[in-house]
């Protein structure tokens, strides 16, 4: 079992719409979650972390986290085209320790005009 | 602020020849790590830094070594390139704490033919 996994997709969503994304850790002892955007060719940027059980806002981006069911989700609500992009789901803490942070594969995510 | 600098963008190397990837950064960042990024892969540790004078073996670091020259420079060196090796090459910093995000550079795209 991969300790982070994201289904790959594409995810396609209308302009307008809430994109949800998904991960799944196979760590319980994970402490901090993050998302990160990539777009294609360029370097991953952070787009926001969590690590108590619940949502958390930022603007347009609500990541929520459920750690009794090893589960971490990013919504985009009001989804741009300019959102196209992949999406990266990472973990640390646990087994791994803070200094690791554990990648999933990532989920394209690609919004229509 | 430049935050993360990796030099050279790109390479192409023969198998067998060796190089060095350059990493610097202005963050006064205590951690700063190496990731390779393959298609289908995601992004996984080759080595990292925890702080100045410590280096240690991330997931894949086979065919690698690393030197921390100081609080701002990481180098990767490939002593001796196999085509396995092609691959985009990431830098990240972080502050070292348990939830501290990565800064990532821009990467380098190493083909060995």
């Known amino acids: 079992q991969k300790e982070v996994e994201q289904n790959s997709g594409p995810l396609s969503v209308p302009e307008g719409a809430i994109a949800s994304l998904n991960c799944t850790y196979s760590?319980?002892?994970?402490?901090?979650f993050f998302w990160y955007r990539q777009y294609s060719g360029k370097s991953p940027e952070l787009i926001m972390f969590i690590y108590s059980n619940g949502d958390k806002e930022d603007g347009r981006f609500t990541a929520q986290l459920n750690k009794a069911s090893q589960y971490v989700s990013l919504l985009i609500r009001d989804s741009q085209p300019s959102d196209s992009a992949t999406y990266l789901c990472a973990v640390n803490g646990g087994n791994t320790g803070f200094q690791k942070l554990v990648f999933g594969t990532g989920t394209r995510l690609l919004v229509s005009p | 602020n430049a935050g993360v600098t990796q030099t050279p963008k790109f390479q192409v190397l023969k198998t067998g020849q060796s190089m060095t990837l350059q990493c610097a950064q202005d963050?006064?960042?205590?951690?700063m790590y190496w990731y390779r990024q393959d298609p289908g892969m995601g992004l996984r540790l080759i080595y990292y830094s925890a702080s100045e004078g410590t280096t240690d073996k991330g997931e894949v670091p086979n065919g690698y070594n690393v030197s921390r020259l100081n609080k701002r420079e990481f180098s990767l060196r490939l002593e001796s390139a196999a085509p396995s090796q092609t691959s985009v090459y990431f830098c990240?910093?972080?502050?070292?704490?348990?939830?501290?995000?990565?800064?990532f550079g821009n990467g380098t795209r190493l083909t060995v033919t």
């Open positions: 963050m006064n960042h205590n951690s």
């Open positions: 760590d319980r002892g994970s402490q901090s």
């Open positions: 990240a910093s972080s502050e070292g704490a348990d939830i501290s995000p990565l800064h």
